[in-house]
């Protein structure tokens, strides 16, 4: 398995304009995350689902943001529009049923908007 | 809200000197403790801890937990440039939900 894909590895966008991040987990983990690290933060969880189904979204800063799982090998965050304070590098990880220690991480996309 | 405190935020050692590095946590419905490196790319997994007291190790690497106080430690014995890097703390309470620290920065200097 190559493990967690995340599309693109590098964005640079222009702010208002929209941003989706992509994230492919590895096949057979239920569960999928996105976090969000800046120096300022550290990793914070933006947002996780259960086999295709958001759990907990309490971590997604505000409307601008939203995520979406429509299949086991499949998820995008979105940001529109995007702001200067969304440069961040975004990871996206996933886990087997019951084996959080078991979350393998992406590679990150290391967000700009300027 | 689950808080992850990590210290200190960052250190410079020499190589050969052991190291300490501190997590404290508050989270509800606390199911584990975790410990990652981050180099330069995405966090590896190092540790994992449930119970109080008992002592993980991996080569150099040890780790201990003390759920009455709400703190672990890792340890770094004989410090290696290779051991430089960000070292993340996270609690996992409700849900499998993850909780970092701002994590520790180390530097090992020759």
């Known amino acids: 398995d190559a493990g967690v894909i995340q599309s693109p590895r590098h964005e640079v966008t222009e702010m208002g304009q929209e941003v989706t991040l992509r994230c492919k987990p590895i096949?057979?983990?239920?569960?999928l995350f996105w976090y969000r690290q800046t120096m300022m933060r550290g990793l914070e969880l933006l947002i996780y689902?259960?086999?295709?189904?958001?759990?907990?979204d309490s971590g997604m800063p505000e409307d601008r943001f939203s995520a979406k799982m429509p299949n086991a090998s499949f998820s995008t965050l979105k940001i529109q529009p995007s702001e200067p304070r969304d440069s961040a590098v975004y990871f996206c990880?996933?886990?087997?049923?019951?084996?959080?220690?078991?979350?393998?991480f992406g590679q990150g996309t290391r967000l700009t908007v300027v | 809200e689950d808080k992850v405190v990590q210290s200190p935020l960052s250190l410079v050692v020499h190589e050969g000197d052991t190291v300490t590095l501190n997590c404290s946590y508050e989270v509800t419905n606390f199911r584990s403790l975790l410990w990652y490196k981050q180099e330069k790319k995405a966090p590896t997994f190092l540790f994992m801890l449930t119970s109080s007291g008992i002592e993980k190790k991996s080569g150099r690497l040890s780790s201990i937990l003390d759920k009455k106080e709400l703190f672990s430690i890792l340890n770094i014995t004989a410090t290696q440039t290779g051991d430089s890097a960000v070292y993340l703390c996270a609690v996992e309470g409700l849900a499998s939900k993850l909780t970092f620290g701002t994590g520790t920065r180390l530097q090992v200097t020759l």
């Open positions: 096949s057979g983990h239920d569960y």
């Open positions: 990880a996933s886990s087997p049923r019951g084996g959080i220690h078991e979350a393998f």
């Open positions: 689902f259960n086999n295709n189904v958001p759990i907990d």
